[in-house]
């Protein structure tokens, strides 16, 4: 099954001293001869490279580089996923694993616990925030990463893991085990809170359940705040994005008719492509709404940014978006993993192709560290500029790599956040929405 991020494989052997390939039949034509004629050049240059380079090789580290780099000259997001990391990609956009239910980062070494998720596992056993732990299953965690330190902790529900855990800030603290056993666990993707008369709703990424999850943020508040609330605020800053379908449902979610975003392959016709489309039903009720953006907002968060915008539903603050306009497909590739491929473009209700360029703001705002992923965001075009010819630019990269997790804070951790701030203002003294026709 393929899913669409905002499949097919030709395979080959390699034998004996140099595995040539087989002549194109009667039928084939000068382009078949030529891509053929190059696929011997391939076959030649690897097994010189097995048997002539200075240092041993892996054939499949070969194989996996050559892969790689064609894919590399298509585009820089383009990529090969071996197993392990498909498998890893396919946990992000099904938002659910099996593990323990920890928000975990490493500090000095070890390994802690920023916080344990609701009726979890780990919360079940008493972990707490600021707990370090030390070992699992009796290994040290010191020397690991804290992504080998994640995969460990997860597994099959139903299975046991012990955690050696230091609780405290004296690093002589004594240390006690806790056996956990797993569970299925649902990624967090949306957090909510009263801000004042208004719902704020932070959507960190697009899984599998992100309109969903959505949804029963948005009730929960109306229970809680009834009449006293008067808007909404939709916090997709250093959203990196995730699943199309998940992008037009959360945008469908606000919207009461029209489209919502359409895709096309860029090398097709401008009439060919799809279209989607909103039906009625607007779970916030019409009252006004605020979307907060920023440079790390990127594909699904600007897919509904732009939609909410064309459609003058919200006024958009922050600063200028990431620009990724284009739609990638997970391919499966079978016992070697998979591939993501950038496939087609889209574009918002207006006809706007936001790809390079970005989503602008109703009302530009911005904390300190807006501005270090914007000059960060402008080096990485100015370089993909020059690894691009002109042509290559009209098919421009689609990519999830927006500033590193580890680089992002939570918006208004590094002091008072203006643009959350100014979103209030705005909310309460509204300005005409830009048009965008």
């Not at 370090?132 to 529900?157: C, F, N, W, Y």
């Not at 039906?279 to 790390?296: F, Q, T, W, Y």
């Not at 940014?305 to 620009?323: C, E, I, K, M, Y």
């Not at 705002?365 to 002109?390: C, G, P, S, V």
Request: charged share 25%; proline share 5%.
């Amino acid at each position: 099954m393929r899913n669409f991020l905002l499949g097919g494989v030709c395979a080959f052997a390699l034998m004996g001293s140099v595995a040539l390939f087989a002549a194109p039949s009667k039928v084939g034509n000068l382009q078949a001869n030529e891509t053929y004629r190059q696929l011997n050049l391939f076959g030649e240059i690897f097994e010189r490279v097995r048997n002539d380079y200075y240092k041993e090789t892996k054939d499949d580290e070969l194989m996996e580089a050559a892969i790689n780099g064609m894919l590399a000259s298509l585009d820089p997001y383009s990529v090969y996923l071996p197993p392990r990391n498909f498998q890893e990609a396919r946990v992000q956009t099904r938002g659910e694993f099996g593990g323990l239910g920890i928000e975990v980062t490493q500090e000095n070494g070890l390994v802690k616990v920023v916080s344990p998720i609701d009726d979890t596992p780990a919360q079940k056993a008493g972990l707490l925030t600021g707990d370090m732990i030390t070992h699992l299953d009796g290994e040290p965690v010191m020397g690991k990463s804290l992504q080998e330190s994640i995969e460990k902790m997860r597994g099959a529900p139903n299975t046991n893991i012990v955690l050696t855990i230091r609780r405290g800030n004296d690093s002589a603290a004594k240390t006690f085990d806790v056996k956990i056993t797993r569970a299925v666990i649902k990624t967090r993707v949306v957090r909510s809170r009263r801000e004042g008369e208004f719902a704020y709703l932070r959507i960190s990424s697009f899984n599998e359940h992100t309109t969903q999850d959505l949804v029963a943020a948005i009730d929960k508040l109306k229970a809680e705040m009834g009449p006293e609330l008067k808007g909404y605020i939709i916090d997709l800053r250093d959203n990196p994005g995730g699943l199309l379908d998940q992008a037009i449902s959360v945008s469908d979610t606000f919207l009461n008719q029209g489209e919502i975003v359409s895709t096309r392959a860029l090398r097709a016709s401008a009439d060919e492509g799809q279209r989607y489309n909103a039906k009625r039903g607007d779970v916030a009720d019409s009252k006004p709404m605020a979307v907060l953006i920023n440079g790390g907002s990127a594909s699904a968060s600007e897919i509904v940014a732009g939609a909410l915008q064309d459609h003058h539903r919200a006024v958009l603050v922050g600063n200028t978006t990431f620009g990724k306009g284009l739609v990638q497909t997970m391919i499966p590739l079978g016992e070697f993993g998979g591939m993501k491929l950038t496939t087609a473009g889209y574009f918002t209700p207006s006809g706007r192709s936001i790809d390079k360029v970005g989503i602008v703001p109703d009302v530009e705002a911005w904390n300190e560290r807006d501005h270090q992923i914007a000059a960060a965001l402008k080096a990485r075009r100015e370089m993909t500029d020059t690894r691009h010819t002109e042509d290559d630019a009209k098919q421009q990269p689609d990519t999830n790599k927006v500033p590193a997790p580890a680089q992002v804070q939570t918006p208004g951790q590094d002091g008072p956040d203006l643009v959350l701030q100014a979103a209030i203002e705005v909310l309460r003294a509204p300005p005409k929405p830009s048009a965008r026709k």
